[in-house]
């Protein structure tokens, strides 16, 4: 470990939050797991103070991704008190039965911050509450009362077990936005049914439009409706962050995730609405290909080379214009190839695909990959790497340039390379400005510069398991 | 109704970038104009056509990006519909376009040109952004997939077969979010500070933070994830989560914890379904015990596989579902339409097509909410369908003076 990392971390008075559009709102974050994480974090890029909760005895289960990490050495006992490191599986969310039973309490001990926490923390509070605690659902009411927004992604039923229905909140504070992030929405049928990411992608169509013609779904690879899906909600929030400013009165947003997904396959549900064509049908989704329009070639090619898991490499390439082909037909030295009648038009090449594929993977089969991607890219062909994290992250001029990918310390685990924001504003910028914070770090901050509590209160909370 | 982005008006020049963010703001209470090329918008020769026949005023995917948008058909390459454009961005909120960085220096209606009007919220979303090594190099939609990280994780178990990237403009959409998170906060800002500002957003910067857990664990743990058939790419290989339904379609059997109310009812699913085998062994009862080789080992995932395949996929959605297990079954969006539950939710939205005679339900927008209001209002424009409209009540010209324009072909 680090000898410049501090072994503890006092909790901090002060609020993280660097100046920026945002300054003065503040979000009362209860999300967790993926897709509701990312919704609130998206504010702290602007500067809003997102004050995320952990449930005494329920702390956010990505910090328990514990794992050695090569940009630390690898966890030591001290940050790892009784934790059985079972959920190195990112995907694994079970762990919080077990970590409660470890009995860590809030600010005894330092929690590994795991590596995905890092990403959809980074920037937030931290505080520690205990729900199930009568007082602490009275600390949760005055927080509601000196907060702009307030967003949950648990099951629908679980804030009104606490007396915090939208009326309640509502009187509590009159111009507070309150988002209830879901998989299916807090009205209708299916209000009770539970979502993961690949839950809302498979329903809402969007995993069956992934996959190779005739093969099962290859669907989403990653929660895609986590990311995109907490990014929309982001988006939600700040929309109504805006009307609220506007109107000076709050209201309820309703975001149901498979309603978002929908919205991102709309041309095929109108597609079935006017032609009755179906997305379930033989020829769909086409792998790589392109249907609407039609174009060919457009599709990954294998190339030279295979990754650290022995997965062949491979180049996408797709040309939509006749002087693209023309110049792939020149880069590939078989110029012959666009006057033969087979490939001579875009509607031979889509007719002749499968040939066309074979011929052109036969050219990149013994090629480097970025090689062929500069070589078709000079002759201003459409070329794209299929480029792994690793290839993002080490290689990648773009990314680079661009900082996608900057550095922040943490007291924890010294220096870390976190994901960047891709939103560039001339006059109020974007800035990833924060670690993701450390178990119930603002305590302090929260409970006694917004609540105005004594440092002896908190001290009897705390010691009465409140917080 | 009234929409979060009621009384804005937006000048988005046509592109199939940047089209469903103009939907969203137009959705959201916008008036929109689009200002298209006089051949029409490349968003409307991409298809699926109305019975399939080619016409850029019958173009289903430019119908669902564009609903309610006004359309102005114009040569901005050329003096006269240059100048108009530059009239009705000093009457605008916000300027939202995605061509190649330097296009619009050399007409003069750069940022620095047009940013006269300080309340001018000028978004330029583009493929690399505005600067770096890469700025120039040719993209589409599935170039992104690839290059920004979706591909590599998403695909078939299989080492040798290709990875694969989705369909429906993904990488367009996600780059779409962030251009609206930055014309939001920038909304938010004018309202105290009356400035507008620029915002640069590179699609492959959104794609790249978009694949989830793929960056950190590079970063942190320097694993290279494998690419596994319909579920999460991951370090390791692990058993299937996509599982076949007896009437042959497939549950996303995600991994969860089976608390013991939970675990009951599964056990009594699988004896119903005669499929339970070994887990009637006491040792099961054990959550530690049980959740353990769920993670690990074979027997459960396995039993889970057979009950699946024992059941159809509807019984199996909602059996799992009211029994507090949040598999999902994959649907073809169409079949969404026949779902009470989003009936209930008033999901769908009826928008007239003269050109069909007839009304078709739009999906709504992402949230329920009437104070955000955003949903599909209106069709989307035909081409040039308010060149004269906005040509004469929003920039006073006269019948005779665009008869001329449209005569020289700088409008339509």
Request: aromatic fraction near 10%; charged fraction near 20%.
């Amino acid at each position: 470990m680090n000898a410049n990392i501090p072994q503890s971390t006092k909790m901090s008075a002060k609020s993280p939050a660097r100046p920026g559009v945002l300054s003065g709102i503040r979000v009362l974050d209860f999300t967790w797991k993926t897709v509701g994480p990312w919704a609130p974090r998206l504010l702290t890029h602007y500067g809003a103070e997102v004050i995320h909760v952990e449930r005494a005895g329920g702390w956010d289960d990505h910090r328990y991704n514990a794992a050695p990490s090569i940009v630390s050495d690898e966890p030591r006992a001290a940050q790892l008190p009784g934790m059985k490191k079972v959920y190195a599986d990112p995907q694994f969310n079970t762990v919080r039965e077990e970590s409660a039973a470890a009995g860590q309490g809030p600010g005894e001990k330092k929690l590994y911050a795991a590596p995905y926490f890092n990403t959809l923390h980074h920037g937030k509070l931290a505080i520690s509450l205990n729900t199930k605690n009568p007082e602490g659902l009275k600390l949760v009411e005055r927080l509601i009362g000196v907060c702009d927004a307030l967003v949950e992604n648990f099951s629908g039923e679980v804030l009104s077990s606490w007396g915090l229905t939208w009326e309640r909140i509502h009187e509590l504070n009159p111009r507070l936005v309150y988002m209830s992030l879901s998989g299916f929405g807090h009205t209708g049928e299916w209000k009770g049914y539970r979502s993961f990411g690949p839950t809302a992608q498979a329903q809402s169509g969007l995993s069956l439009a992934s996959g190779l013609p005739g093969k099962p779904p290859a669907g989403w690879g990653f929660s895609y409706l986590d990311v995109m899906g907490g990014w929309m909600g982001g988006l939600a929030l700040i929309q109504g962050l805006l009307k609220a400013k506007k109107t000076g009165k709050g209201f309820y947003i309703d975001y149901s995730v498979t309603e978002g997904a929908m919205t991102m396959v709309g041309t095929y549900m109108l597609d079935f609405q006017v032609n009755g064509r179906r997305t379930r049908r033989p020829d769909f989704p086409p792998g790589n290909r392109s249907i609407f329009p039609a174009v060919a070639p457009h599709n990954t090619y294998r190339t030279a080379g295979r990754d650290r898991n022995g997965q062949n490499w491979w180049v996408f390439i797709a040309c939509e214009t006749q002087p693209q082909f023309e110049a792939l037909c020149e880069v590939m030295g078989q110029p012959g190839l666009a006057l033969d009648p087979k490939f001579a038009t875009n509607e031979a090449r889509v007719a002749n695909q499968d040939e066309l594929d074979a011929i052109i993977g036969s050219w990149t089969r013994a090629r480097r990959r970025y090689g062929i991607m500069q070589r078709c890219q000079a002759a201003s062909i459409i070329a794209a790497v299929v480029q792994s994290a690793e290839d993002r992250v080490e290689y990648d001029p773009q990314l680079h340039h661009r900082e996608m990918h900057p550095i922040i310390n943490h007291p924890e685990i010294g220096d870390v390379p976190y994901e960047g924001y891709p939103v560039k504003m001339s006059r109020t910028p974007a800035f990833v400005h924060g670690r993701a914070p450390v178990l119930a770090e603002h305590n302090g901050y929260v409970y006694g510069e917004l609540l105005g509590m004594s440092e002896a209160e908190i001290a009897s909370y705390r010691e009465r398991g409140v917080i | 109704m009234s929409g979060v982005y009621e009384g804005l008006t937006v000048v988005e020049l046509a592109d199939r970038r940047n089209q469903w963010a103009g939907k969203l703001l137009s959705d959201g209470g916008a008036r929109v104009i689009q200002i298209e090329p006089i051949q029409g918008s490349p968003g409307r020769w991409c298809g699926p056509f109305v019975d399939d026949k080619v016409d850029p005023d019958r173009c289903l995917d430019y119908w669902w990006n564009n609903t309610g948008k006004q359309s102005v058909a114009m040569d901005i390459g050329r003096d006269p519909a240059r100048d108009l454009l530059r009239k009705l961005l000093a009457g605008a909120d916000v300027f939202l376009e995605s061509t190649r960085p330097g296009t619009l220096a050399k007409l003069d209606l750069d940022y620095g040109a047009v940013g006269a009007s300080k309340a001018l919220i000028y978004a330029s979303l583009t493929d690399f952004g505005q600067d770096g090594p890469w700025r120039d190099l040719q993209m589409n939609d599935a170039a992104h997939l690839a290059l920004g990280g979706q591909m590599s994780s998403s695909g078939y178990s299989d080492p040798a077969a290709t990875p694969i990237g989705g369909q429906g403009h993904q990488a367009w959409h996600m780059g779409c979010a962030f251009v609206l998170h930055g014309i939001t906060v920038a909304l938010f800002d004018r309202m105290t500070s009356g400035e507008g500002q620029y915002i640069d957003v590179s699609i492959h910067d959104a794609c790249a933070i978009g694949t989830e857990a793929a960056v950190p664990q590079w970063m942190y743990y320097g694993s290279t994830m494998y690419r596994q058939t319909g579920m999460h790419a991951n370090a390791k290989r692990q058993p299937p989560l996509q599982l076949p339904t007896a009437d042959g379609k497939h549950m996303i059997a995600v991994m969860q914890n089976f608390g013991p109310r939970v675990w009951e009812r599964l056990i009594k699913w699988m004896d119903e379904k005669g499929v339970t085998g070994e887990l009637h062994d006491p040792k099961y009862n054990d959550e530690a015990f049980r959740m353990s080789e769920y993670r690990t080992g074979n027997v459960v995932r396995d039993a889970i596989a057979r009950l699946i395949a024992a059941s159809n996929g509807e019984e199996c959605f909602h059996r799992a579902q009211s029994y507090g297990i949040s598999w999902g079954l994959v649907h073809a969006c169409e079949e969404n339409y026949d779902i009470p539950h989003y009936q209930q939710r008033k999901y769908w939205r009826s928008i007239e097509h003269p050109e069909i005679g007839r009304a078709i339900p739009y999906p709504r927008g992402p949230v329920a909410c009437d104070e955000i209001g955003i949903e599909p209002r209106r069709r989307a424009p035909h081409l040039g369908e308010h060149t004269r409209q906005i040509l004469q009540g929003d920039l006073g010209m006269n019948e005779k003076e665009i008869t001329a324009l449209a005569a020289s072909g700088a409008i339509r």
